[in-house]
Nanobody, 129 residues
């Protein structure tokens, strides 16, 4: 099983930037998908961005395109989410998730969260206007 620990959340004003990190430990699959989801109070968990472990493909939800960038340091097993031009609507708890690529296919933030194997505890991002 894979353990995921997110960090980097906090409070920021609208228009600001923030970078989230997710450190993975344990045995990871040879080929896997990992990415970021978020959940605002009273709302369902939604995808933000994903990346395939070989770095060949990234995908973004519409709300993240042009503002967020997902990246990884595969050797260190760290996933990042660089967020720019943050809006109050980005306020949510952000979760890191991963699964084998054969399970999480296509590697997309449109995937159903209940179908994804491993999750972190999340990190809270608050954007004030």
């Amino acid at each position: 099983q894979v353990q995921l620990v997110e960090s980097g959340g906090g409070s920021v004003q609208a228009g600001g930037s923030m970078t989230l990190s997710c450190v993975a430990s344990g045995d990871m699959w040879s080929n896997f998908c990992w990415g970021w989801f978020r959940q605002a109070p009273g709302k369902e968990r939604e995808g933000v961005a994903t990346i395939e472990s070989d770095g060949s493909s990234t995908d973004y939800a519409a709300h993240a395109k042009g503002r967020f960038t997902i990246s990884q340091d595969k050797a260190k097993k760290i996933l990042y989410l660089h967020m720019n031009n943050l809006k109050p609507t980005d306020t949510a708890r952000y979760y890191c998730a991963t699964d084998a690529l054969v399970s999480w296919w296509p590697c997309s933030p449109q995937a159903r969260p209940d179908k994804i194997e491993d999750w972190g505890q999340g990190t809270l991002v608050t954007v004030s206007s």
